[in-house]
């Protein structure tokens, strides 16, 4: 069967599909295609207030990368908040630097507490390698002003995806700009002092043993690289270690109740 045909089948399914089940079912038939000709159908699909579908929407066009990203520049519903997050989710995914001046806005100024947590994670997916080598400096300097910002959002889902794309900035710029690193996990030991959510907080407590393994793995391959990027961790685990004295009890099944995690976090330091 011919793209074309192939593609009409797959829409009909979509269109004909009586129940919330066979929709997803449809779509995700429709995602596995990876035609590029339905980009346009699985952008559609991301407003049809269907979770399920939406998920393999937002895969499909993931798998499709790079020719989705224009149509979810343009198609972007500015009505429809829920379809705007799945779409940033996809945006996010892919990590084309084409994405970057939405993400910034998004994450910093749209009102969805979806579409906020949506950008902040992709700001820390950008493949950075995209950009021209002199520009990368300050396309960084302008994700972590706002992911600074934005970690420190009202909500604490927005602040742990904020606090998700810090971690990964982190590590993409561990070698080549080692003092953005360092503010990072300088914001990420003041944020343990200030935040209340304790899910935020061992969040940031997990961002911090990822870039420490992280720069463990280069400095046991390239140890020549430790004058540039050593970090001193006695000083981030102490702090660490003062918050968790901190710590007040919390009754036996409240939610953030975090102990254990944060211990499993740690395990080994």
Request: no cysteine; hydrophobic share 45%.
């Amino acid at each position: 069967m011919t793209d074309p045909g192939l593609l009409k089948t797959l829409l009909q399914a979509i269109e004909s599909a009586d129940s919330s089940t066979r929709m997803v079912a449809a779509v995700e038939k429709l995602a596995q295609a990876r035609l590029e000709a339905a980009v346009p159908n699985l952008i559609a699909v991301l407003g049809y207030n269907n979770p399920g579908a939406a998920v393999a929407a937002v895969e499909g066009l993931m798998a499709i990368g790079k020719p989705a990203v224009q149509p979810l520049l343009e198609l972007l519903d500015g009505y429809n908040y829920g379809a705007r997050a799945w779409a940033l989710r996809a945006l996010s995914g892919i990590g084309d630097v084409r994405a970057l001046d939405l993400l910034l806005d998004a994450a910093k100024n749209d009102f969805a507490l979806s579409v906020r947590r949506a950008a902040a994670r992709g700001l820390g997916t950008i493949n950075w390698d995209e950009l021209p080598i002199e520009s990368i400096d300050s396309a960084q300097a302008r994700v972590i002003e706002v992911l600074l910002a934005v970690s420190q959002d009202r909500e604490w889902v927005v602040r742990y995806a904020a606090i998700t794309g810090l971690q990964e900035l982190a590590i993409a710029s561990t070698i080549s700009n080692p003092d953005l690193t360092r503010q990072i996990l300088g914001h990420f030991d003041r944020l343990v002092d200030g935040d209340e959510d304790l899910t935020v907080i061992a969040r940031i407590w997990l961002a911090q043993k990822e870039i420490q393994t992280y720069i463990n793995e280069i400095l046991s391959q390239q140890p020549e690289l430790e004058p540039k990027i050593a970090i001193d961790w006695q000083a981030t685990l102490a702090k660490l270690y003062a918050r968790k004295r901190q710590e007040q009890p919390h009754p036996e099944g409240d939610p953030h109740k975090f102990r254990e995690v944060a211990a499993a976090i740690f395990k080994g330091e």
